[in-house]
Each structure stands twice: as C-alpha cells, then as structure tokens.
C-alpha cells in the first residue's frame, strides 16, 4: 500500500475572526471615530489638525505610559496631574530669561536647557519614588498612597509659585514644547521616543517580564525569586518620572510653569490605559494599545470641538466611553 496515499490533507487554519475584533475592537473604534468625523467635518482629516491632536495628547499620552505599567502591576496612580504641576514650576523657575523685567527667582536666568529639563524630570522621579516605596514597603494600598501624594504635590507646587504662574521663560526651553523639527512637533516626537523605550523595557527586559509577572500574580512572582519591593518602587519612579517630564513639555508650550497644571490629567492617562486595553485587574496590557487609547480621547475631544458641541456634553461622552472600555476589559477576562 503507497503511504504517501495515507498521508490526510493539510487544512489552512480557521481564521479566528471573533479574536481579531476582540484583539484590534478599539483600533477599529480609532479608524471609524476618525472617518466619521471627517464625513462631518472635512477639515478634521487636515495634516495640520492630526498633528494638533498629537501635541495634544502628547501630555497625557506620556503620564499614561508610566500609568500603564503602573497598572499592569496592578496598582493605580493618582498624583500624577500634580506631580506634572509640581515638575512644570520648578523647572519653569530654572528656565527664567534675563529679558524678562521681573524676576521671579533672580539668579537662576539664562541657564542651559537641559538644567530645567533635568530639575522637572528629577522632581517626578523623587515623587514616583516616594510612591513607590510608600506603597511596597508599608503595604498601603496604591489609590491611598497616591491620594496622599496627589494632594501634597499640589500644595508643594503652590507654595513653590506662591500661587502664581512662573513666567518669562527662555526661548531654547520653550522649543521644548513648542518647536518643531521639520514640520513635526518636538512634543510628538518626545512621545513617540518615549513610547519606543517604555515598548521595549516592557517587552523585551527583565524589568517588563518581572511588572507582568508581579501583575499576574504577585504571591507567584515572590515565591519564584523575583524582588517585588525593588521592582514596584521602580515601576512607580519610572511613572514619576515620566509625569514629570510631561510637566517640562507642558511648561515648555505655554511660556509658563503653573502650579495649576495636570488637573485631572490622570484620570485621562488611566482612561487612555485602560480605553487600549490595559487591564485594571493586572497583568495584561501593551503601550501601542495605550497609545491608541490616547488618541481616541484625542480625536473624540478635537473632533467635538470642531462640531461646537458643548464642552458639558463633552464629559458625557468621555465617561461613556470609558465605561463601555471597562465593560469590555470584563468581558475579555471572563472569555479568557
């Protein structure tokens, strides 16, 4: 008998249509929001107005990339709208131009831009630390250790100004968040910069095997050797220091450091998180998804602008939103 006759077929595999929509549902949401509002709006689909909404999102969009691991080890950040504000005074205050008739802080003028750039980025990175070591050495729950450090920072940032914006600052620190480099925004690029460095310590380090794992199932990930103290605190300093730095470029685009930056700027990166499919019970989540999660905030608040929808309605719609992504987090889980 010839067995090559006995050999069965190779059948193509069965395209699993249903894990594809699950997998890309809010990338699809992306591309349909952005083809709707260019039906509507033809002006929305201008090279001019994607560019504004990626300078837009690009604040937000760099706290959610800190949020994101965050909340892959299954914990939350809430100081970081504050630690923004907190990183935008004092860097703005080490930004101050010797052209400006009063001096905020005489004596700290015309310094190199790379010193405010360091002095806001380093407050973040103390604030996350503080958090971090708050939360893995005592045991405090995360929402409570960042409630706390939320609402310091802020006071800290007012007392810091004495209340008031911080202004007159240097042309080389304000092409921070305001310059271009051809005819993309230096903001958007930072952002994209950032997101290829948080992709790859997630994806392809020990420090981003070790947050999913922790994530996971943190009993597991302690009992196989894995330093939960050591990795949490640096889970939650890398997420300070990226608010931070988010205060530097915010700062940087307005002329002004004020000690009323970042309000409610976290809800928005936890919803930006969550919205690309970060998953609030840990473990699960990527920074592309993150990403398209800020840009659907991005363009749904832009594209409502430009219809003259009230800025009251606007929220409505945000918080619909952001239910129906936390619904859909559910629903995966359980099919999982």
């Not at 809800?267 to 999660?293: E, K, M, Q, R």
Request: hydrophobic letters at 50%; proline letters at 4%.
């Amino acid at each position: 008998m010839d067995k090559k006759n006995d050999k069965k077929p190779i059948l193509p595999k069965r395209v699993n249509y249903s894990r594809i929509l699950r997998d890309f549902s809010m990338l699809i949401i992306l591309i349909f929001m952005v083809i709707v509002f260019s039906i509507i709006q033809p002006a929305f689909l201008s090279g001019r107005n994607i560019l504004n909404i990626m300078t837009q999102i690009s604040y937000i969009g760099l706290i959610a990339l800190g949020v994101t691991m965050v909340i892959i080890a299954l914990g939350i950040d809430l100081s970081s709208g504050s630690v923004l504000a907190l990183a935008a005074v004092v860097a703005a205050s080490f930004a101050q131009s010797s052209d400006w008739e009063v001096l905020k802080y005489p004596g700290l003028q015309d310094l190199p831009f790379v010193v405010p750039l360091l002095a806001g980025m380093l407050v973040g990175t103390i604030c996350g630390a503080i958090n971090g070591t708050i939360i893995a050495k005592t045991g405090i729950p995360p929402f409570i250790a960042t409630l706390g450090m939320m609402t310091a920072a802020r006071g800290l940032a007012l007392i810091y100004s004495n209340g008031r914006p911080i202004s007159g600052l240097h042309d080389a620190y304000c092409f921070i968040g305001g310059g271009k480099i051809g005819p993309i925004p230096f903001p958007v690029i930072i952002l994209v910069v950032m997101a290829l460095i948080s992709h790859t310590m997630l994806k392809h380090t020990k420090f981003g095997k070790y947050n999913y794992a922790i994530g996971g199932n943190e009993q597991a990930a302690r009992v196989s050797g894995i330093n939960i103290t050591k990795y949490k605190i640096l889970i939650y300093t890398y997420a300070g220091m990226l608010a931070g730095l988010a205060g530097v470029v915010l700062s940087s685009r307005v002329s002004s450091g004020q000690p009323g930056f970042g309000n409610m700027y976290e809800l928005d990166a936890i919803a930006s998180a969550v919205i690309g499919g970060t998953s609030l019970n840990g473990g699960i989540g990527t920074i592309p998804g993150t990403l398209v999660g800020a840009m659907i905030l991005g363009v749904l608040n832009n594209g409502l602008v430009l219809m003259n929808v009230d800025a009251n309605w606007q929220q409505v719609v945000k918080g619909v939103i952001i239910i129906g992504a936390v619904v859909m987090d559910v629903r995966k889980n359980r099919l999982k």
